[in-house]
């Protein structure tokens, strides 16, 4: 009974998770179109949270990263995931009480690898990279999948975000601003609609995948053996060698469902950083931020890279400014976000690392 409820205990803490994510990230979707007054908050929040719900059940190419692509499934106790999950929410609320939009991917990486490397004692349980045969990418691996798309995702950002800023300026220059305004009022729309959809297409799914992930351990392990037969549903078996992990539709609905739930209840504080102190914005630049931000994140998405949709609009935002000119970004309000940004796996990967020494220290794990 206890290795159930532990069970039941990771599910509950990822769904937390999810929900944080979701008004923790709320500002990634939505900032630019608040700060631009195309939306209300309130029409704004309502929109981001349908989208999400739509892109949260669409694939599962990420999820199969976060539930086997990171570090060796056979580490990943419920203890571990719990920890994990418990460091990444800590760091989590602790950015979003200070405004800073840092990354939950990231933290939930972090803490994925913290846990692991405490309770195996050894670096060996983390994947760093594993060749795919049919692909120039790599299938697996924390270098490929998260440390250099880590830095990838922000220039790729910041350089799209500039270009389609500078085109838009120069096809633009004979149009008069209230034309301009009024028009990309309503292209604003559809980009942030798109945005939503993308955020919820990579970040639902990381909680798809630690929810997956700990079930396929749990059965792997015989702890949901004689279920009765209303918890059947829980029984996750382990993929065979080369195949990916089944996401049931039930954990990708709750996920889905839990995502949206945490939209709606939006993330001022953040909106506030990216949508106002950081540049000020016109809908056009709305526009170019958003277009860029959800192309990078889709591409990222197809490749089941779980990318930060953070740094990815944050990055996006400082080149639609910079295309305007550089001294119109506030670098001071840049800096602390890039901090956060540098320090978000190190410290959730230490905070998870340091909980799950207690556990083992308390005789609560092995």
């Not at 500002?27 to 929040?45: D, E, F, M």
């Not at 009022?185 to 919820?200: E, N």
Request: charged share 10%.
């Amino acid at each position: 009974m206890r290795a159930v409820t532990l069970i039941l205990v990771v599910i509950l803490i990822a769904l937390v998770f999810e929900y944080i994510n979701g008004f923790h990230d709320t500002a990634n979707s939505i900032a630019t179109v608040v700060a631009t007054r195309v939306l209300t908050p309130r029409q704004a929040v309502v929109m981001a949270a349908g989208m999400n719900l739509i892109g949260a059940l669409c694939g599962t190419a990420v999820a199969t990263t976060i539930a086997s692509g990171l570090i060796d499934p056979r580490s990943a106790s419920q203890e571990v995931l719990i920890c994990a999950l418990l460091g990444a929410v800590i760091w989590n609320l602790v950015t979003w009480y200070a405004g800073l939009p840092s990354s939950s991917s990231h933290a939930l990486v972090g803490g994925l690898v913290g846990a692991a490397v405490a309770a195996a004692h050894s670096w060996d349980v983390v994947i760093w990279t594993l060749p795919d045969s049919s692909h120039w990418y790599p299938s697996k691996g924390l270098l490929g999948k998260v440390v250099i798309p880590m830095f990838a995702s922000p220039l790729c950002g910041f350089l799209l975000g500039f270009l389609i800023m500078a085109l838009l300026y120069a096809l633009l220059r004979k149009w008069k601003p209230r034309t301009v305004n009024t028009f990309f009022g309503k292209a604003q729309i559809v980009s942030a609609m798109s945005m939503g959809f993308m955020h919820g297409t990579n970040d639902a799914q990381k909680t798809m995948g630690i929810i997956a992930l700990a079930l396929a351990s749990g059965t792997t392990a015989g702890r949901l053996a004689n279920l009765p037969s209303w918890l059947a549903f829980l029984e996750t078996p382990a993929p065979a060698a080369g195949r990916s992990l089944t996401i049931a539709l039930w954990i990708k609905v709750l996920c889905a469902l839990v995502m949206a739930a945490g939209t709606a209840s939006g993330g001022w504080r953040i909106i506030k950083t990216l949508g106002h102190k950081m540049v000020r914005l016109q809908p056009v630049n709305g526009f170019a931020a958003e277009t860029s931000s959800a192309a990078i994140i889709g591409v990222a998405s197809h490749f089941g890279i779980p990318v930060s949709t953070t740094h990815t609009v944050s990055s996006a935002i400082m080149g639609v400014g910079a295309a305007k000119r550089f001294n119109a970004l506030k670098w001071t309000v840049v800096e602390r976000m890039v901090w956060a940004w540098l320090l978000t796996i190190p410290i959730s990967g230490a905070l998870a690392y340091c909980l799950m020494l207690t556990l083992q220290s308390l005789g609560y794990a092995g």
